[in-house]
């Protein structure tokens, strides 16, 4: 799993598992975007209010 391209209140996450997972980003401490499911060696993009600030990560839910 890992964080790729990112923008204001978006961001793609890259599946490196040979799996299907669920995923999301950390945002901040307080808040982060609900999971979104990824094919095996696929990528997702989640969104989010922009105003929350930029994703530090990706992990797995």
Known sequence: MRLGG???G???IHN???HGVRATVSVDWAWDPGCV???RWGVA???WDGA???ADY???C
């Open 37 to 39: 499911p990824i094919e």
């Open 6 to 8: 990112q923008g204001y």
């Open 16 to 18: 490196d598992c040979s």
């Open 45 to 47: 993009r989640i969104h």
């Open 52 to 54: 929350e600030g930029p």
């Open 58 to 60: 990706a992990y797995e």
């Open 10 to 12: 978006w961001a793609d």
